[in-house]
């Protein structure tokens, strides 16, 4: 046999041994497909199955869900609705605020406005304050100064009356002592121009007399002492007034009773008022 035969034979071998293989590979692998169909048949109606029951929740959901929509729509609309009315009172609101706006800064301005006249009511306050001290003190100086010119006038009124009754009882007796006198100096008269005697005035020396003053009256320059001719006391004799150790001034006296005199104020030696219970004296020791 020839080497070409011989090669020949080995290749139709090989050839048989490759195709026995890949046919049983075939077979092999020919069942191992029908078993995997049945598989993927079985695992498809199972998927189809579980398909059916997740579409048939997915209808329900989605029923429920177009259910849930339909009210969210109504919902949105009716928030939408809501959104527009409060866009409308927002927009009512911002006009309000606007107007706030513009009225706060009015009362600002207004507050500023009275904070100053506050302030200048309080310092107009602060002076009338002071003045009306000032004037509580003038009116309390004024009822002092009232209530002692009332004193003062009520004694005033009380000397008034003493001395009115003091001069009207001077009048009288002044009355009768110039009756007397006229009746004195007609008897005198009558008496010297018997004798043809003229007998001069002497200069007779005060002796040491002490009073008080009982009366004044400034309109007459008046001045009343309660010491008299019981006291010694003689037409022309003159006075020294004074108060505790203060000179007051002088007079002479013009008139005397028997229990006080009537006296002339010496206006050259007027030191002060003189008053009614002064000291007067013909000597100061």
């Avoid at 109606?45 to 029951?53: G, L, M, V």
């Avoid at 310092?123 to 004193?151: C, F, G, H, P, W």
């Avoid at 006229?182 to 010297?192: G, T, V, W």
Wanted: with cysteine; aromatic share 6%.
């Amino acid at each position: 046999m020839s080497t070409v035969a011989k090669v020949f034979i080995v290749l139709n071998l090989v050839f048989a041994v490759i195709y026995v293989g890949i046919s049983a590979a075939l077979l092999t692998k020919q069942e191992n497909w029908y078993h995997k169909f049945k598989d993927l048949e079985a695992k498809k109606n199972k998927d189809n199955s579980e398909w059916t029951e997740t579409r048939n929740r997915l209808n329900a959901q989605i029923t429920t869900n177009n259910t849930a929509l339909a009210a969210l729509s109504a919902e949105v609309q009716r928030l939408g609705d809501d959104l527009k009315t409060m866009g409308d009172e927002k927009s009512n609101v911002n006009k309000q605020w606007e107007q706030s706006q513009t009225a706060l800064g009015e009362l600002k301005e207004q507050y500023n406005k009275l904070s100053v006249e506050l302030q200048d009511q309080r310092q107009t306050n602060t002076t009338l304050e002071s003045e009306n001290d000032k004037i509580k003190a003038e009116r309390d100086e004024a009822v002092r100064v009232r209530e002692d010119t009332k004193d003062h006038n009520q004694r005033l009124d009380r000397d008034n009356k003493d001395l009115r009754q003091i001069l009207d009882d001077l009048e009288k007796r002044h009355i009768e002592l110039a009756k007397r006198n006229r009746e004195n100096e007609n008897i005198i008269a009558n008496y010297l121009s018997k004798l043809k005697v003229s007998i001069p005035q002497a200069l007779i020396s005060a002796p040491a007399i002490s009073g008080k003053v009982v009366g004044v009256s400034s309109q007459f320059n008046l001045v009343m002492l309660d010491v008299g001719e019981n006291d010694q006391v003689r037409p022309g004799y003159e006075f020294t007034v004074y108060r505790g150790s203060t000179f007051v001034g002088r007079v002479k006296v013009d008139r005397v009773f028997p229990d006080m005199c009537a006296c002339i104020a010496i206006e050259e030696y007027q030191k002060d008022e003189i008053r009614k219970g002064d000291e007067a004296a013909t000597r100061v020791e």
